[in-house]
C-alpha cells in the first residue's frame, strides 16, 4: 500500500479509499467549511445526500444543482460544484419496475445560510436536513448511504480528491 497518507495529510493508512492512494492535496476554497449536508429519508430511515433522476438532456452537473433546490430550496446560482467525487450503481424498484439508477457524487460548496426547505418545490420524503462534521459521519451508528461515504468526505476534508471518480456500494 503506498504512504497516500502523508501526501493526503490524514493519519492511518486505512483511513482512505484505496482509490484514493496516491492522491494528491488539490486545493480547496477556503471561503466555505468542510462540511457534507445530507438528509434523511423517510424510506426505511437513513441519511443520505440530496439527489434524483436526471431529465432528458440534462447534465449532471445541472441536475445537481436543480435537485438542491427542489430537495433543499437553495438558489442554483450560489451553488459551486467541484469535481465529481464518485459514482454508484443500484438496482432497485421504482413503480414496480426493475431499474438500473447511476448515481454521480459531486462536491459541492454551499452556505448554510442559503438553504430554506420553505423554497422547496419537491421535498420528496425529507423529514430533516443536517450538516455534519466529518467526524460525526465517521463515529455515527445511523445508516448512512452510499457505503464508504464517510470514508471518501474524511479524505476530501483533508484535501484528497481522486483524480477519476471512485466507485461507491
Known amino acids: 500500500m503506498h504512504r497516500a497518507t502523508q501526501a493526503c495529510n490524514t493519519e492511518r493508512d486505512d483511513d482512505l479509499h484505496p482509490a484514493l492512494e496516491g492522491s494528491r492535496p488539490r486545493r ?17 430511515g437513513f441519511w443520505a445526500t440530496p439527489g434524483g433522476s436526471l431529465e432528458e438532456g440534462e447534465h449532471p452537473r445541472a441536475a445537481t444543482r436543480r435537485e438542491l433546490h427542489e ?5 442554483e446560482k450560489t451553488v459551486e460544484l467541484g469535481v465529481q467525487l464518485a459514482e454508484r450503481s443500484k438496482d432497485h424498484l421504482v ?28 421535498p420528496d420524503n425529507i ?14 451508528t445511523e445508516a448512512v448511504y ?3 461515504l464517510a470514508d471518501l468526505v ?16
Not at 480547496?28 to 426505511?44: C, K, Q, S, V
Not at 450538516?131 to 455515527?140: F, G, I, M, V
Not at 474524511?154 to 480528491?161: I, L, S
Open 28 to 44: 480547496r476554497p477556503r471561503r466555505r467549511p468542510a462540511r457534507l449536508l445530507l438528509r434523511y429519508d423517510e424510506n426505511g
Open 71 to 75: 430537495e433543499l430550496g437553495i438558489d
Open 95 to 122: 413503480g414496480g419496475r426493475e431499474v438500473r439508477q447511476i448515481e454521480g457524487y459531486f462536491l459541492a460548496y454551499v452556505d448554510p445560510a442559503d438553504v430554506d426547505p420553505a423554497r422547496a418545490t419537491q
Open 127 to 140: 423529514r430533516e436536513y443536517r450538516w455534519w462534521t466529518r467526524d460525526q459521519l465517521r463515529s455515527t
Open 146 to 148: 452510499p457505503l464508504g
Open 154 to 169: 474524511a479524505a476530501v476534508a483533508e484535501g484528497c480528491t481522486p483524480e477519476q471518480p471512485i466507485v461507491l456500494t
